[in-house]
């Protein structure tokens, strides 16, 4: 299948400062690119979806402001959480997809804000 | 309701059983459906994806789609230890073209 990387797969900040995880598609373009977010037993839910070149869409209750999407290649997308507080401690995946394929996900990415 | 709902689970089978996991999605305009396995602490792992109604198989899985009833499901053949995970149904909503998830079926194979 697929293959999409993220980094860092884990990462611990203090509250009030921003911190950037990267996804890339290696073997392939990803037209779109997806980033869920996922707290403890619980399912995986849609944050926004980004199109190459365009701005991300933001699933509803989700702040634009404060999660910074940039799609700005074919193979890489960036979030950006700013001014993390603990309650943002979370799992965030993301996913890419070239147009017709199956969704494929990254190996996530542990954020921890002390 | 919910966009897609999958039974939490636990489903507990013997080793070598076959284990039956189960969704049902609201959107009828949906076209596409996904099968994850997660293990704990990791990403999802794509199982199977199917479009049409029927069977797919693939090695020990095999998905059924009904789309007039709204359901599909994930049929797991002689069930492994490691097959134990929770399995997520995935549905791609024909609105705004995204990727549903239901909250996931916990399966214990034991041996």
Redesign the interface.
């Known amino acids: 299948?697929a293959v999409v990387s993220q980094h860092p797969s884990w990462v611990i900040c203090k509250s009030g400062t921003s911190v950037k995880i990267e996804c890339r598609s290696l073997d392939f373009q990803a037209t779109t690119m997806?980033w869920y977010r996922q707290f403890p037993k619980?399912?995986?839910?849609?944050m926004a979806?980004s199109n190459e070149g365009s701005k991300a869409?933001y699933e509803q209750g989700v702040e634009k402001d404060k999660f910074l999407i940039n799609h700005a290649s074919l193979t890489l997308s960036t979030l950006t959480v700013t001014s993390a507080h603990p309650e943002d401690s979370s799992f965030y995946?993301c996913?890419a997809r070239a147009h017709g394929s199956?969704?494929?996900?990254?190996?996530?990415t542990?954020l921890t804000v002390t | 309701q919910k966009e897609v709902e999958q039974n939490s689970g636990p489903l507990s089978v013997p080793e070598g059983a076959i284990a039956s996991l189960n969704c049902t999605y609201s959107d009828r305009g949906s076209q596409?459906f996904?099968w994850?396995r997660q293990y704990s602490?990791?990403?999802?792992?794509?199982i199977m994806?199917i479009y049409s109604n029927g069977d797919k198989e693939d090695g020990r899985f095999t998905a059924q789609l009904n789309k007039a009833s709204q359901y599909v499901s994930l049929l797991i053949r002689d069930s492994q230890p490691s097959d134990s995970a929770t399995y997520?149904c995935?549905v791609n909503m024909e609105y705004?073209n995204?990727?549903?998830?239901?909250?996931?079926t916990i399966l214990r194979v034991k041996s």
């Open positions: 299948g997806f619980q399912s995986l839910m849609l979806t869409t995946i996913s199956p969704k494929y996900f990254g190996p996530g542990r | 596409s996904f994850y602490g990791k990403s999802p792992e794509l994806f997520l995935a705004g995204k990727l549903v998830f239901g909250a996931g």
